[in-house]
C-alpha cells in the first residue's frame, strides 16, 4: 500500500466495527485516510475499534435501511463493503431464510447507495462460500478457481447471497457507469477481534478459547473426523489485497473476483493440536464425528490475485497467525474476567 494515495481519502467502511472491518478501520486510519465506519453493533463490538474510535466517524446504523445506506455514503471516495449476517455454521443451518434475505437487502441498499452517491471505487467482499458444493467433497478437492462458481451450486443460503451479491455489481458496471468495483472472495480469514462466541464463532477462535478454558470447560471437542481441511488467512494478509485491490482500481473497471487467501490447507483435527500445542497444556482432543460433514475439502487458487495485484501475497505462515491470535483471544478473555472481578 502506497501512503500518499490514502493520504485523506474519504473512505466508509461497512461492518466497521466486525472482526475484518475493526482491522481494517485501524489500518486506513494509520495510512492517513479519513474513515467513515458504519455497524449496527450486533455481532461488532465498539471495543474492537479502540485505538481509533476518537479519530473516526462512526454511525451505528442499521444498513438494511435505505437512507441509512445513503446517509453512509454522502461524500465518500472508496466503500469498502463488509457487512454481512455471518456466524459459524450452525447459524448458517438453522437460519439459511434470513441469512440471504437480510444479505441481499444490505448488499442491494449498499450498492445503490454507492452509485446514486457517485463514489469512485467499492470493493465487494464476497467468500468462498459461493463455489459449489461438489468441488469440495474430499480432503484433497483440487483447488477452486475462480471460474468455478458457475454453474452455481453453494452449500450454504450465505454463498447464494454472497454469488447475488457479485452479480449486482457485474451487472451494475455494465451499465457503463463511472464508478470503478473489485469483487474479492475471501476465505479463512482468521485474527484479532474475531467472534469469540462457541456457537457463532470460526473454528480457529473457538478452538483458542476451548484450550484457554480447558478443563473447566469439559473436553476439547471439534465437530466432523478431524480429516476435513480448510485453507486459512490472517486478517493482516487480507487487509492488504483489500488495499492493494482499491489501488489497483487505477487500471480496472471491474476487477475479479478474485480468490483472496493462503493457498495451503490443513487438516482440522491438525489445526486444533496445533493450537493445543501453542497452549501448552495437556489436551485430549475430541472428535464428534456424528456431525454430518458439508465441505470435506476447502482450499483456493490465488493465482489471479498475485497477478493483478502485484504487490501482494500472503506473508503470515499459519504458525505465526495462530501464536498472534492466541494472544489476542487470552488478552481479551482477561479483560472479561477483570471486568467481572
Known sequence: MTQEFWKKKRVLVTGGAGFIGSNLTERLVQLGAVVRAVDNLERGKIENLGSVIERIEFLQRDLR????????????????????????????????????????????????????????RYVYASSAHVYPLHRQLTPDAPALLEEDALPAHPDLSYGWAKLLGEKQVEYAMAQGIEMRAAVLRLVGVYGK????????????????????????????????????????????????????????????????????????????????????NISGKKIELHKDSSVSTLIWGQAVDCTKA?????????RVSLEEGLRRTYHDVESRMSNWLDRSS
Not at 498475485?306 to 500472503?314: A, C, H, I, T, Y
Open 306 to 314: 498475485r497477478k493483478l495485484l502485484v504487490r501482494w501475497q500472503p
Open 193 to 276: 477481534n474475531q467472534d469469540l462466541d462457541l456457537a457463532t464463532g470460526s473454528a480457529i477462535p473457538v478452538f483458542i478459547r476451548r484450550a484457554i478454558e480447558y478443563p473447566h470447560r469439559g473436553p476439547f471437542v471439534i465437530r466432523g473426523t478431524g480429516e476435513e481441511t480448510r485453507s486459512y488467512c490472517y486478517v493482516d494478509d487480507v487487509l492488504d489485497g483489500l488495499l492493494q485491490a482499491a489501488e489497483t482500481l487505477d487500471q480496472h473497471t471491474l476487477l475479479g473476483p478474485l480468490n483472496l487467501g493462503s493457498e495451503g490447507r490443513v487438516k482440522m483435527g491438525d489445526l486444533a493440536q496445533q493450537v493445543i
Open 65 to 120: 435501511e435505505k437512507e441509512v445506506c445513503h446517509r453512509a455514503c454522502q461524500g465518500i471516495e472508496i466503500v469498502f463493503h463488509l457487512a454481512s449476517k455471518v456466524g459459524g455454521i450452525n447459524y448458517y443451518l438453522q437460519k439459511p431464510g434470513e441469512v440471504i434475505l437480510q444479505n441481499a437487502l444490505i448488499d442491494t441498499s449498499m450498492l445503490d447507495a454507492t452509485l446514486r452517491n457517485g463514489v469512485k
